[in-house]
């Protein structure tokens, strides 16, 4: 396809157990970034990649969060021992660049619920 | 990084224009504006950017003054599909795209 793709679309889980929530960004794409939206709320920055460089991980919110991008491609966001709170829908995004003129092209989004 | 500031919710009524103003009073030289648009249960997408001056193409104007402390996007005639969430960004080459809690939207019949 040509636009961002995310897996699982729906996540339900318990409490405790590790989640991964992939995303496929469009071809090309050297920038990748990770949000969470939480019901009613904005965006929240969580990770970013920019081709070969060392992710910018200032946005995630605990040591459980961790997110690899394998190949400057793919990447998959995992979530260890989750907790209620870590429901939200997670947003990856994907960019020719970083920055003035960097369009983000946005995938549907996982919803992860934590029982 | 320059903080925006937008209303939290708009309503408006099939065929009227819309415009939602952004505030910035912090932008730096480098800076760019750019809308983008949520629907629910989607990601964002784009809908303009600009610089300074006007902006327009097939879905909205952006007006941006020369100060540049402030912008306006404008939707005309809008219809009930543009109900939505609208976010301004102010971006520049070392920053992280920030999204606030945005503008709801709401087109009423």
């Known amino acids: 396809g040509a636009g961002v793709s995310q897996s699982p679309s729906n996540k339900v889980t318990e409490k405790g157990k590790d989640v991964e929530l992939r995303c496929d960004p469009i071809?090309?794409?050297?920038?990748l970034y990770w949000y969470r939206q939480s019901l009613g709320q904005g965006l929240e920055f969580l990770i970013y990649?920019?081709?070969?460089?060392?992710?910018?991980k200032s946005g995630l919110p605990s040591d459980r969060f961790s997110a690899e991008r394998t190949g400057g491609s793919v990447s998959t966001l995992t979530i260890q021992r989750t907790q209620q709170e870590d429901s939200a829908v997670y947003l990856c995004?994907?960019?020719?660049?970083?920055?003035?003129?960097?369009?983000?092209?946005f995938g549907e989004g996982s919803r992860l619920t934590v029982l | 990084l320059a903080k925006t500031t937008q209303p939290i919710s708009m309503d408006s009524y099939e065929g009227q224009e819309v415009n939602i103003t952004c505030s910035h009073n912090?932008?730096?030289?480098?800076?760019?504006i750019t809308w983008y648009q949520q629907f629910p249960s989607q990601g964002p997408r784009f809908i303009i950017q600009?610089?300074?001056t006007k902006v327009t193409n097939e879905v909205a104007s952006l007006f941006i003054p020369a100060d540049r402390k402030s912008s306006t996007l404008s939707l005309p005639r809008v219809s009930l599909s543009d109900t939505a969430v609208y976010y301004c960004?102010?971006?520049?080459?070392?920053?992280?795209?920030?999204f606030g809690r945005g503008t709801s939207l709401i087109v009423h019949p």
């Open positions: 995004a994907s960019s020719l660049a970083r920055g003035n003129t960097g369009e983000l092209f």
């Open positions: 071809s090309g794409h050297t920038a």
């Open positions: 990649f920019q081709g070969n460089s060392a992710p910018d």
């Open positions: 912090n932008i730096a030289t480098n800076d760019y």
């Open positions: 600009g610089y300074k």
């Open positions: 960004l102010v971006e520049g080459g070392s920053y992280i795209p920030t």
